[in-house]
């Protein structure tokens, strides 16, 4: 009989690290005494009694029968799932599992073109061919939302031998889309609908957060549990329901994906974020979800600033907004997110999730405290007061980032797997990427390897860079040269 109150995982660990031995296994700080003295004095010794690998009495995390298996069965009850499994190489190695484990060589997948990067890799390693959809958008703002129902029913009439279907649940802003609707229509070509929640974890633990992607259809789901929630950094969760999965085939690719010397701090970390919110989730959420409604509140009053999603009509693309998650538009100061960030976190030790052309965006979580509101609000007063004469910052004329005409000429595996040659940006325009281009974060491609490469978005990505923004995925980070398929 599973009780929430269990914490399977972290009892074997402890009762091992209490028992005195000669340890004779890896890894090779034997529990702390080799380590070196400058990372035992900036984490104390403690939790390398902890660091410790796969002995009987920890299980195995490819093949669970004690402790993991437990542990993992009651993340399955807790989050509402079928079936769980712990993911030690991040929400990245998850996304990568589902798609190999629906998808094969030439197999059709429908997506967003507005996917995280990790989803690119997904489709090297399984050679399957995206159908990409453009999520609303909304052009004022220049942000993107989610697909629509009609974008995900339109792209299975054209293509109904697609095997899977995968969405964004949440946006990195907190937005979330039909998701009902869009599971709805998945299943009725019956493929398997796979959502990326890396950014919605906590979702199942208040009624005043969305409905998570399980409640709403999804057949499988990925969770980045350290984003939102108590976990180590890397460590997230796999769920699944339904029959629609493959589970063998599953397991095969978190074995291909995941490290055979799995860490047990962070495996525990899952048991641990698990129990936690399993026993204190709804207060804990009660609390965090206060303080982003007093930040907001108390924001929305500073003259020049606005936190434009809270006010958003719902649409297709927008049914729902995740509370914790806050977007400040700063641009009619006459700033740019990016320069916001800079002055927030340099002068008042703020430091917000990630910053655009228009917008900073803050998650609030379990973590913050009353302090931290008000020393967000402080310095988003004090930056108001350091830009008195206020104007609009120009938009990119042509919109959004994601909203010109790409043209995939080749799958992401052909382009891997194809000589390239590097170039000039300027001569780059048309050929074929060899890279996979994005701003980091929130880590969307704007230019995608098998794409051909569209002036629009070198255009972009070179004044994302000249406004300060971090560029990833280029051999180049001066972006001066673009590598591209060999003629």
């Not at 589902?98 to 507005?114: E, Q, S, Y």
């Not at 962070?266 to 698990?274: G, H, V």
């Not at 004044?463 to 972006?479: M, R, Y």
Request: hydrophobic share 40%.
């Amino acid at each position: 009989m599973l009780n929430q109150n269990q914490i399977p995982l972290v009892s074997a660990i402890k009762e091992v690290t209490t028992r005195p031995d000669s340890p004779f296994y890896t890894p090779g700080h034997k529990r702390g005494v080799g380590i070196s003295p400058h990372l035992a004095d900036l984490l104390g010794k403690t939790v390398f009694t902890a660091d410790l690998t796969e002995l009987a009495e920890l299980d195995h995390l490819f093949s669970p029968e004690g402790a993991i298996k437990t542990a993992q069965e009651l993340a399955a009850q807790a989050f509402g799932a079928a079936q769980t499994w712990f993911l030690v190489n991040g929400s990245t190695c998850g996304i990568v599992a589902a798609i190999l484990a629906t998808c094969g060589v030439g197999d059709k997948i429908i997506l967003p073109r507005n996917v995280h990067s990790s989803v690119i890799s997904g489709l090297i390693l399984s050679g399957a061919d995206p159908v990409f959809l453009y999520p609303e958008y909304d052009q004022i703002l220049d942000i993107a939302h989610s697909v629509t129902p009609q974008g995900v029913e339109t792209a299975l009439q054209q293509h109904p031998d697609a095997k899977a279907v995968m969405v964004v649940y949440p946006t990195y802003y907190g937005v979330c889309g039909d998701l009902a609707a869009i599971a709805q229509i998945t299943h009725q070509y019956n493929i398997p609908l796979l959502v990326d929640e890396a950014h919605g974890a906590h979702f199942a633990f208040h009624p005043k957060l969305p409905i998570p992607a399980l409640f709403l259809g999804a057949d499988l789901t990925v969770q980045s549990i350290h984003k939102t929630l108590g976990a180590l950094t890397q460590a997230s969760m796999l769920h699944i329901q339904g029959n629609r999965i493959d589970i063998d085939r599953l397991n095969k690719a978190l074995q291909l994906l995941q490290s055979t010397s799995p860490s047990y701090l962070l495996l525990a970390s899952l048991d641990a974020a698990r129990h936690q919110m399993a026993i204190h989730g709804e207060a804990l959420m009660t609390k965090t979800l206060g303080l982003a409604q007093i930040g907001k509140t108390q924001i929305a009053q500073i003259t020049g600033l606005s936190t434009p999603l809270d006010q958003q009509d719902k649409s297709p693309g927008f049914m729902a907004l995740d509370p914790t998650r806050l977007t400040v538009t700063v641009s009619e100061l006459g700033l740019t997110g990016f320069a916001a960030e800079e002055i927030i976190s340099e002068k008042f030790g703020v430091i917000p999730e990630f910053s655009s052309i228009h917008h900073l965006t803050f998650i609030i979580s379990l973590g913050n405290v009353q302090s931290d509101i008000e020393k967000l609000v402080y310095a988003l007063k004090q930056l108001v007061e350091m830009c008195p004469e206020k104007k609009q910052v120009r938009a990119f004329p042509y919109q959004s980032n994601i909203f010109w005409s790409h043209e995939m000429c080749v799958s992401p595996r052909t382009a891997f797997f194809t000589k390239s040659e590097a170039v000039t940006l300027e001569q780059a325009y048309g050929r074929i990427s060899a890279e996979t281009i994005c701003p980091y974060p929130p880590g969307i491609p704007i230019i995608m390897a098998g794409e051909a490469i569209a002036k629009q978005a070198g255009e972009y990505l070179r004044q994302i860079q000249s406004l300060g923004g971090l560029i990833t995925g280029c051999d180049d980070h001066t972006l001066e040269n673009i590598k591209v398929l060999k003629i």
